[in-house]
């Protein structure tokens, strides 16, 4: 008997227990309603009946109370057949469903009604329903493509689509849908190889074609949506509509063919793309279709990106070859910058985001990376050199990110340091600015910080660049421009430095204290600052203390309390004088010195050890001062005995109280200065005294007295009058008192004429350095073999430099050693000459 055709019936029969009735409510209540049909694959319409039937099989076995239906069913179905009744099939419900009202309440136990389910025999569908069905579909699917009216509703081919899968003819549906759409594209095909040509016309066509394509695509798809949704997600192996849509497009459109649509299509989007970059106007939006359209295909990658990088390529290349040369490198930069911005542009407007990176590369190959040494050749000096501040600044900015663009801050970094080294040297070995270099290398210093700050973007390599390089350069002349730097830091610090505030003073300070870094010789600098800060501060001509020990705070912090030591004894030296005096001022011994000889007397007492070593400069006091001296001395050695007391009279000074026919005034005044002046106060106004003369009672030499006197009746403030007239003082000249000498200011400031160092007292100031170097070379040898007992000659030098803090000659080392050995602290091996040993 057949699966389509046979009816079962199971008739499950309710038994009755006599000894409890509980049991049997308690069976039929646990009573389970289950159908189970043997044809799997069938879905009719089933059909149930709540009424009770009389042509009803009975099964031919009881079932007893405690099993289950899941047992009896697997009991009754091996046992017995189902036997088809009809058509009706009847199941059996665990409670009645009454007829009659009276029938709902039944007194005891009892048979039960028996409920019927009904299903219909399967519908046959007609033979030719697939034919007819798809000759509906097929017949939209051509409307659709024709651009004409659809005869029948989307809804009505939607449910045709459903039944047509529902009655498992997917597969053939899918088959003969694909067809329809390569029929209809092959016609495409046909009209778009007559109008195939490498313009315009061409992309514009091919562009309306794909249009369509995915436009009457989209409508086809929501049509056999149905489709998509279930035969195609469950099989493997078959694509979406849309996708076998595509991919007939590009079979039957995009393929090598004849006509070759492709190759030309592509050939008039780069032709379409090379206009834009000469600043032609085109359809951007026919570019974006177009492009997308071989995204969408799946031919962008391996078939139009590389035709068009390659045509990239080729054009920067030539333009790059053409415009570095015709270009300066500023404009050249601008062009470069201005070519990748519109190659963003392109990025972002209508080629692949994917395309990014390697379209730009190949900007920065042809465009940057090739000419790399060309343009830092050819343009970065005279960028360094741009007067235009705010210009350079950008430029070199411009500059910085394009080489960074290609790896190659390397070469830019290379040539920013020659270039600082270069102009370094031309500022430090140049002897007729001298007096200008620390400013000069200051202004060189600012410049490369801000560069580095501004278009280096603040670069750690660049930032070390400028400082090694002007270590380089800034030790060239080993002691100049430490030298120089010492004294930059002198005037600053000097009174009568009134154009900077004190925000001014400290930035210069620490600008000069960069400078002071790179230097080697940092003895020199201490040599010459000590020289010039015992000026300042014996002489009075310190701004501000303030300053100085601001000074002196960022040398200990720089270089440690050992470099500044003796700076801070000075310090101490001038701060217990004060004391001192304070003590002498208050004693009986003072008040009587003011009483009768009129003479306010100061003394700054220093110590030896901390301060310049000064030449003695022979003078003969006049009585009265020197009464003074004597005076102060005694009250001093009272008060510290066992010291000695050495006058240098090259830094005293006076405060003199002048009386001139127009009027009195105070004039400030070196010792040298005052003891000249005191000649004239025996003489009458007009008296003339000769050179000689004045020489003879002062004791000042030479080459003192000139200065002297020229400063006192050549100066700006004449208070003598020489004879005869000009600026230079021979021994002929006399000399007298001004009489006519008139200055509006009470108190004036002679300022003594300042001899220019010589170049025997810069030799005397470096050779005493050197001969402070020559014991810390010393020093160092017997400290290293002490501790190693043995060491090759080589060695002990490559040790010893290590440890040194000024850069020392090899052979000046050489020197040392060999007279640490003439004085037995070293020896040489007798078998190996080349190995010194200790001397205990």
């Known amino acids: 008997m057949s699966s389509r055709s046979r009816q079962n019936t199971i008739n499950r029969i309710s038994t009755n227990s006599n000894n409890n009735n509980n049991n049997n409510e308690e069976e039929r209540s646990g009573a389970i309603k289950r159908t189970r049909l043997d044809n799997a694959n069938y879905t009719p319409t089933h059909t149930f009946s709540s009424s009770s039937s009389s042509s009803t099989a009975t099964a031919a076995a009881a079932v007893s109370s405690s099993s289950s239906y899941d047992n009896f069913i697997g009991k009754t179905s091996k046992k017995y057949d189902l036997v088809n009744h009809g058509k009706d099939l009847i199941f059996p419900s665990h409670k009645p469903i009454p007829d009659r009202p009276s029938d709902a309440v039944r007194q005891g136990p009892q048979k039960q009604p028996i409920k019927k389910l009904v299903i219909k025999d399967k519908p046959k569908l007609p033979d030719n329903y697939e034919e007819v069905t798809w000759s509906k579909l097929q017949a939209a699917v051509q409307a659709i493509f024709n651009y004409q009216r659809i005869g029948t509703s989307l809804e009505e081919l939607y449910k045709a689509c459903e039944n047509l899968c529902l009655h498992k003819m997917a597969p053939s549906l899918y088959k003969r849908l694909a067809g329809e759409i390569e029929e209809h594209l092959k016609m495409e095909k046909t009209k778009l190889v007559n109008n195939v040509n490498e313009n315009d016309t061409l992309l514009v066509v091919v562009n309306k074609c794909w249009q369509a394509h995915c436009e009457q695509m989209g409508l086809i798809r929501s049509i056999f949506l149905y489709l998509d949704r279930t035969y195609v997600l469950q099989t493997s192996g078959v694509i979406s509509i849309w996708d076998k849509g595509l991919e007939i497009f590009q079979k039957q459109i995009m393929s090598s063919s004849a006509g070759d649509i492709k190759k030309k299509t592509m050939n008039g989007l780069i032709i379409l793309i090379r206009r834009e970059r000469t600043g032609d106007s085109v359809d951007r939006r026919l570019l974006h279709s177009l492009i997308h359209m071989f995204i969408d295909l799946g031919i962008y990658c391996p078939s139009f990106e590389n035709l068009f990088l390659s045509e990239t390529r080729t054009y920067y290349q030539r333009e790059g070859m053409n415009l570095v040369s015709e270009f300066a490198v500023p404009?050249?930069?601008?062009?470069?910058?201005?070519?990748?911005?519109?190659?963003?542009?392109?990025?972002?407007?209508?080629?692949?985001?994917?395309?990014?990176?390697?379209?730009?590369?190949?900007?920065?190959?042809?465009?940057?990376?090739?000419?790399?040494?060309?343009?830092?050749?050819?343009?970065?000096?005279?960028?360094?050199?741009?007067?235009?501040?705010?210009?350079?600044?950008?430029?070199?900015?411009?500059?910085?990110?394009?080489?960074?663009?290609?790896?190659?801050?390397?070469?830019?970094?290379?040539?920013?340091?020659?270039?600082?080294?270069?102009?370094?040297?031309?500022?430090?070995?140049?002897?007729?600015?001298?007096?200008?270099?620390?400013?000069?290398?200051?202004?060189?210093?600012?410049?490369?910080?801000?560069?580095?700050?501004?278009?280096?973007?603040?670069?750690?390599?660049?930032?070390?660049?400028?400082?090694?390089?002007?270590?380089?350069?800034?030790?060239?002349?080993?002691?100049?421009?430490?030298?120089?730097?010492?004294?930059?830091?002198?005037?600053?610090?000097?009174?009568?430095?009134?154009?900077?505030?004190?925000?001014?003073?400290?930035?210069?300070?620490?600008?000069?204290?960069?400078?002071?870094?790179?230097?080697?010789?940092?003895?020199?600098?201490?040599?010459?600052?000590?020289?010039?800060?015992?000026?300042?501060?014996?002489?009075?001509?310190?701004?501000?203390?303030?300053?100085?020990?601001?000074?002196?705070?960022?040398?200990?912090?720089?270089?440690?309390?050992?470099?500044?030591?003796?700076?801070?004894?000075?310090?101490?030296?001038?701060?217990?004088?004060?004391?001192?005096?304070?003590?002498?001022?208050?004693?009986?011994?003072?008040?009587?010195?003011?009483?009768?000889?009129?003479?306010?007397?100061?003394?700054?007492?220093?110590?030896?050890?901390?301060?310049?070593?000064?030449?003695?400069?022979?003078?003969?006091?006049?009585?009265?001062?020197?009464?003074?001296?004597?005076?102060?001395?005694?009250?001093?050695?009272?008060?510290?005995?066992?010291?000695?007391?050495?006058?240098?009279?090259?830094?005293?000074?006076?405060?003199?109280?002048?009386?001139?026919?127009?009027?009195?005034?105070?004039?400030?005044?070196?010792?040298?200065?005052?003891?000249?002046?005191?000649?004239?106060?025996?003489?009458?106004?007009?008296?003339?005294?000769?050179?000689?003369?004045?020489?003879?009672?002062?004791?000042?030499?030479k080459k003192e007295l000139d200065r002297t006197l020229q400063s006192l009746a050549c100066g700006k403030v004449r208070v003598l009058k020489k004879h005869p007239k000009g600026r230079d003082v021979s021994p002929t000249d006399t000399f007298n008192v001004d009489e006519m000498f008139d200055v509006k200011f009470f108190r004036i400031k002679v300022n003594a004429i300042q001899m220019k160092e010589t170049l025997e007292e810069n030799q005397e100031t470096n050779e005493r350095v050197f001969l402070d170097r020559q014991y810390q070379v010393d020093a160092a040898l017997v400290r290293i073999m002490k501790m190693r007992k043995k060491l090759s000659h080589n060695e002990l030098v490559s040790e010893l430099l290590s440890q040194l803090k000024f850069k020392a000659q090899v052979s000046d080392i050489k020197k040392r050693i060999e007279s640490l050995i003439e004085r037995e602290y070293l020896e040489r091996d007798t078998e190996d000459p080349s190995i010194l040993k200790y001397l205990a």
């Open 331 to 701: 404009r050249y930069l601008q062009h470069v910058k201005k070519r990748l911005k519109e190659e963003n542009e392109r990025v972002s407007n209508y080629l692949d985001w994917k395309t990014k990176n390697p379209l730009t590369k190949v900007v920065d190959d042809e465009l940057i990376k090739r000419h790399v040494d060309t343009l830092l050749e050819k343009g970065f000096n005279d960028m360094m050199e741009d007067q235009h501040a705010d210009e350079h600044i950008q430029e070199l900015g411009r500059l910085y990110d394009l080489l960074a663009r290609v790896n190659s801050l390397d070469r830019l970094r290379l040539y920013f340091g020659n270039y600082i080294k270069n102009t370094g040297s031309n500022i430090v070995n140049n002897v007729n600015q001298e007096s200008t270099m620390v400013e000069d290398l200051l202004a060189l210093k600012k410049k490369m910080d801000s560069i580095v700050a501004i278009s280096f973007d603040r670069n750690y390599n660049f930032a070390h660049t400028v400082k090694e390089s002007f270590e380089v350069f800034i030790n060239q002349r080993q002691n100049k421009p430490a030298e120089l730097i010492a004294k930059y830091v002198d005037l600053k610090l000097k009174l009568g430095n009134k154009r900077m505030d004190d925000l001014e003073i400290e930035k210069t300070l620490d600008e000069v204290l960069v400078l002071f870094r790179y230097i080697q010789g940092k003895d020199i600098f201490e040599a010459f600052y000590k020289r010039d800060l015992a000026k300042r501060l014996l002489l009075n001509k310190s701004a501000s203390f303030d300053y100085e020990r601001s000074m002196l705070s960022k040398l200990r912090k720089e270089c440690g309390p050992g470099f500044t030591s003796k700076l801070e004894g000075m310090f101490k030296d001038i701060d217990l004088s004060r004391d001192f005096m304070n003590s002498f001022y208050h004693s009986r011994i003072s008040e009587n010195l003011r009483n009768n000889i009129k003479i306010d007397l100061y003394v700054n007492v220093l110590t030896q050890g901390f301060w310049p070593t000064y030449t003695p400069a022979p003078l003969i006091l006049p009585p009265v001062m020197a009464e003074c001296q004597e005076i102060f001395k005694d009250f001093y050695l009272s008060k510290h005995g066992g010291r000695n007391l050495k006058w240098q009279n090259s830094l005293g000074h006076c405060l003199l109280a002048a009386e001139f026919p127009k009027g009195n005034k105070e004039l400030v005044v070196s010792l040298f200065q005052a003891v000249v002046l005191l000649q004239f106060n025996d003489l009458k106004l007009k008296e003339r005294i000769s050179y000689e003369h004045i020489k003879e009672q002062t004791g000042i030499e």
